[in-house]
């Protein structure tokens, strides 16, 4: 079954450096999203992707974050300046469509900022 | 807003059935997901309903009501490895995509 690869698995960072997650959606599959979850919290919806924008985000996601797709199979999120608060578990989802109900999640990356 | 409440642990009995209750709040619903998790790990999709009713998958059964804001997630014949967070989404579609906001999961416990 296809899935949703993230690398890497954990990262450790000092705050204030740059942090690059990568991930590699479904390969027919055209939406993409990032996730976080804090350690004991729920779930929380960062950024959506679609046709090479942002199509939505969250107010989480701020100057601090990007995304991109740099070529036809990866996709990033970079958090510019870490704090110590973004230490999460950051999941990578991808969907074929907008109205479907497949939406898969990667297996995560750990990141702890110090 | 959205706003989505269950419970924060259950226990339950191997062999058993439990019922993992989900009340939602929220402008723009199109769907409603459960997810199960195990500690450190990813979401992995269990069921999703956008209409009322049930809908079974094996040991996993789901039911929406759409009037009353209202879903539950029941696993029959529960197993040790059933151990785990259930966590109930709902689903909102947006100008470019779909977002799911989760809940806070409920942490299943099954004993022997």
């Known amino acids: 079954e296809p899935e949703v690869t993230q690398t890497p698995s954990h990262q450790v960072t000092q705050m204030g450096q740059e942090v690059i997650l990568r991930c590699v959606p479904i390969s027919n599959h055209l939406y993409f999203y990032w996730y976080r979850q804090i350690l004991g919290q729920k779930v929380e919806f960062l950024v959506s992707f679609y046709n090479n924008e942002i199509s939505e985000k969250s107010e989480i996601f701020d100057d601090q974050f990007s995304v991109e797709r740099p070529d036809g199979s990866n996709f990033t999120l970079k958090i510019r300046s870490t704090k110590l608060e973004d230490s999460a578990m950051y999941f990578c989802a991808s969907s074929p469509d907008r109205a479907r109900n497949t939406i898969y999640f990667g297996e995560g990356s750990w990141l702890t900022v110090v | 807003g959205q706003n989505i409440d269950q419970p924060t642990e259950m226990t339950a009995t191997e062999g058993a059935i439990v019922q993992i209750n989900c009340t939602y709040q929220t402008s723009g619903f199109n769907g409603l ?80």
Do not use: I
């Not at chain 2, 999709?45 to 009037?67: A, C, I, M, P, T």
């Not at chain 2, 029941?74 to 989760?102: H, I, P």
């Not at chain 2, 942490?107 to 022997?112: C, I």
């Open chain 2, 33 to 112: 997901f459960w997810y199960q998790q195990h500690a450190g790990e990813a979401p992995t999709f269990l069921s999703y309903n956008v209409l009322d009713g049930l809908e079974e998958k094996g040991r996993f059964s789901s039911f929406l009501s759409r009037s009353k804001g209202y879903s539950y997630l029941l696993l029959k014949e529960l197993q040790m490895k059933d151990s785990a967070s259930y966590l109930c989404a709902v689903r909102v579609l947006t100008g470019g995509g779909n977002k799911l906001t989760f809940g806070t999961g409920t942490q299943l416990k099954v004993e022997l």
